[in-house]
């Protein structure tokens, strides 16, 4: 019994693992990015502790990426209220 769900947890895995690497080999441009950022204080809606910096690059803009419970934020590296918020956070 165990084994059949070992099996199947390592079949569900090495999948995921082939997504992502063809993912990342074909369409490495296709990776939803931020394109604008907001400067507006956003800090209410931020959920989670950890955020990500995105380095700027056509049509992708430099970015602090924070989650919401809507998706992900789109943030003002220069912003205030980012870097306010970012100094208490893990980037991942
Ligand atoms: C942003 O808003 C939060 C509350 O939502 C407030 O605590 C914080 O001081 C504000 N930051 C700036 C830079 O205005
Ligand atoms: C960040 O953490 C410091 C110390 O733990 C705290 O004084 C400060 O208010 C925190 N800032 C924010 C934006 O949560």
Not at 55 to 76: E, Q
Not at 83 to 90: E, Y
């Amino acid at each position: 019994m165990s084994v059949k769900i070992h099996t199947i947890a390592l079949l569900l895995l090495s999948l995921y693992l082939c997504w992502q690497l063809s993912a990342a080999r074909h369409a490495p441009r296709r990776r939803p990015c931020c394109v604008q950022v907001t400067s507006r204080n956003m800090s209410a809606d931020v959920v989670g502790q950890t955020y990500r910096e995105q380095p700027a690059g056509s049509p992708c803009v430099k970015a602090i990426i924070f989650h919401t419970n809507d998706g992900p934020l789109c943030a003002d590296p220069k912003a205030q209220w980012v870097k306010d918020l970012a100094a208490n956070m893990t980037k991942v």
